[in-house]
């Protein structure tokens, strides 16, 4: 899998708890895609692009690494993605 819907991936990252949310937020105008804002929850993600989600209490800065073909618990969810924000290890 070489692309992935931006809903499906926030929602899959666990960045949201619900698939409608991810859309919402999206719609919203509330992600923006290597700086460009992106309102369609549709529009196809491939890995190396950053995103900037403006959350209620905070903004996250992600890499996409990778995509998963289901939803995982939150120590999978964080393989298919870098925080831009952390600290390095």
């Known amino acids: 899998m070489d692309r992935q819907r931006l809903d499906k991936w926030l929602w899959h990252a666990r960045v949201v708890k619900t698939r409608t949310d991810a859309a919402a937020l999206v719609a919203k105008g509330r992600v923006r895609i290597n700086g460009a804002r992106q309102t369609s929850p549709g529009h196809a993600v491939k890995a ?6 403006a959350l209620d209490s905070r903004v996250r800065i992600l890499k996409i690494t990778g995509f998963m073909d289901r939803r995982g618990d939150a120590t999978a969810a964080r393989t298919i993605y870098l925080d831009l924000q952390s600290p390095p290890e």
């Open 48 to 53: 190396g692009e950053v995103l900037t989600i």
